[in-house]
Nanobody, 123 residues
Framework: QVQLVESGGGLVQAGGTLRLSCAAS????????MAWFRQAPGKEREFVASISGRAGAPYYADSVKGRFTISRDNSKNTVYLQMNSLKPEDTAVYYC????????????????WGQGTQVTVSS
């Protein structure tokens, strides 16, 4: 079983920057596709970004493309989400997810999920 722990959430002003981290357990971290999802109050959970295992190929939702950057450090079993030019619309609980078998990374079919970390962007 994979354990995921997010950190780095907080309160920032619009236009600001925040970096989220997700630490994963296990010896096969590099084999997992990692992703970030988010859920705002009253809204459905939505895909934010994903990154493949060894190759580290990223994939982004249109809403964050050009502003957010996903990356991973397989030696540290950690995936990151660098969030720049934050908007109030980015306010949500951000969740880290992992799975070995992913063909459509934007779908909520990941086997493992973190507890979430709150990101609040003030205007």
């Amino acid at each position: 079983q994979v354990q995921l722990v997010e950190s780095g959430g907080g309160l920032v002003q619009a236009g600001g920057t925040l970096r989220l981290s997700c630490a994963a357990s296990g010896r096969t971290f590099s084999s997992y596709v990692m992703a970030w999802f988010r859920q705002a109050p009253g809204k459905e959970r939505e895909f934010v970004a994903s990154i493949s295992g060894r190759a580290g190929a990223p994939y982004y939702a249109d809403s964050v493309k050009g502003r957010f950057t996903i990356s991973r450090d397989n030696s540290k079993n950690t995936v990151y989400l660098q969030m720049n030019s934050l908007k109030p619309e980015d306010t949500a609980v951000y969740y880290c997810a992992a799975d070995l078998l992913v063909t459509r990374p934007w779908r909520e079919t990941y086997d493992y999920w973190g507890q979430g970390t709150q990101v609040t962007v003030s205007s």
